[in-house]
């Protein structure tokens, strides 16, 4: 019976490598000298440090633009408030990964209000998608990539 797995992830090393390019282009910019401006990544969390808030809009923009060109999708990325102190401002972007509960459910809805001839399965962080005809499973994908969704879904393990 055929079946593929709806899944959010992001590439680790591809953040990591978009981080590190960040890191070096807030180093050599001539704006950004003498602030101690860094990108600290730990885990699913990119902390941000500089002096004033409006440098954080600019460091935001250059993480942005990095991540993007490494083929990272943007929607998975939720940014936090600025903490700004006496002299140094952060602001922590938190990378979402893997499907909760509520969105599982919500995608489950979706797919069953469809009528297409499918069953969909939760797993865990990801929800199983299987049934008798490969053109329904195709067209579930496209249902699901037009659907308006929090955060960019991935498609993995299509079998026949």
């Not at 704006?31 to 600019?58: A, C, M, R, Y």
């Not at 990325?77 to 599982?104: F, N, R, S």
């Amino acid at each position: 019976m055929p079946s593929f797995d709806i899944v959010s992830e992001v590439d680790h090393h591809e953040l990591a490598n978009g981080v590190d390019q960040a890191n070096r282009e807030v180093t050599t910019r001539f704006d950004f000298k003498g602030t101690d401006s860094s990108f600290s990544l730990e885990g699913n969390l990119i902390t941000l440090n500089t002096q004033s808030e409006f440098q954080l809009q600019q460091m935001l923009d250059i993480l942005y633009g990095k991540l993007a060109r490494r083929g990272i999708d943007l929607d998975c990325l939720k940014a936090g408030d600025a903490e700004t102190t006496a002299k140094t401002a952060t602001c922590q972007v938190t990378v979402q990964e893997g499907i909760d509960a509520d969105l599982a459910r919500k995608i489950v809805k979706l797919i069953k209000g469809s009528k297409i001839k499918v069953q969909a399965a939760i797993q865990g962080d990801q929800v199983r998608v299987s049934g008798k005809k490969r053109d329904d499973l195709q067209s579930v994908i496209g249902l699901l990539r037009e659907a308006e969704l929090e955060q960019p879904l991935q498609f993995r393990n299509f079998r026949d």
